[in-house]
T-cell receptor, first 114, second 113 residues
């Protein structure tokens, strides 16, 4: 089925460990983004990409890296996990970065850093 | 930047009753306001949206109203059903493009059968 696929759904890390959250879409969308969701703070933009080879920082980029080598994939990397990165992460994609373009979200990754 | 406040944070209604969720934004340049429904294990889906040149939009049991003067917009769900139970997020897009979006803090709606 077409859509946005995020893996894993759940992850527990120790402080200092690294990991990559995977995000893939099969809709040929140019725009992809990563958000984190924390209680009382809504969804906050971490990084986004307007096309293969192009990435930029969002509202809360510190501690995260991204790359966009293909249109389909937009992985989010935590190089040295910290407890403050405990959150639920959502990947989203849309046809373009223009306004009024429907965004499709992945199912989310619940990350706990101990 | 934009600031979006969403209320209430939780809402319980009896099946068949109406539910209203309100968001207030700060940047008068914001001109696109979508609402997302987030269900456990299903991610978030756009359920309705409204542009700043429209005061109200309706889609079956769901409607959104926008008051540009007061800078608030509301989601209205009528004849609620148990499957409407979810977390709802509002968002405000402000000048500069799609990536400049601010989300509300979410409302957990519970529809009691």
């Amino acid at each position: 089925n077409a859509g946005v696929t995020q893996t894993p759904k759940f992850q527990v890390l120790k402080t200092g460990q690294s990991m990559t959250l995977q995000c893939a879409q099969d809709m040929n969308h140019e725009y992809m983004s990563w958000y984190r969701q924390d209680p009382g703070m809504g969804l906050r933009l971490i990084h986004y990409s307007v096309g293969a080879g192009i990435t930029d920082q969002g509202e809360v980029p510190n501690g995260y890296n991204v790359s966009r080598s293909t249109t389909e994939d937009f992985p989010l990397r935590l190089l040295s996990a910290a407890p403050s990165q405990t959150s639920v992460y959502f990947c989203a994609s849309s046809y373009s970065a223009e306004l009024n373009t429907e965004a499709f979200f992945g199912q989310g990754t619940r990350l706990t850093v101990v | 930047g934009e600031n979006v406040e969403q209320h209430p944070s939780t809402l319980s209604v009896q099946e068949g009753d109406s539910a209203v969720i309100k968001c207030t934004y700060s940047d008068s340049a914001s001109n696109y306001f979508p609402w997302y429904k987030q269900e456990l294990g299903k991610g978030s889906q756009l359920i309705i949206d409204i542009r700043s040149n429209v005061g109200e939009k309706k889609d079956q049991r769901i409607a959104v109203t926008l008051n540009k003067t007061a800078k608030h917009f509301s989601l209205h769900i009528t004849e609620t059903q148990p499957e409407d139970s979810a977390v709802y997020f509002c968002a405000a897009f402000y000048s500069g493009g799609y990536q400049k979006v601010t989300f509300g803090t979410g409302t957990k709606l519970q529809v009691i059968p």
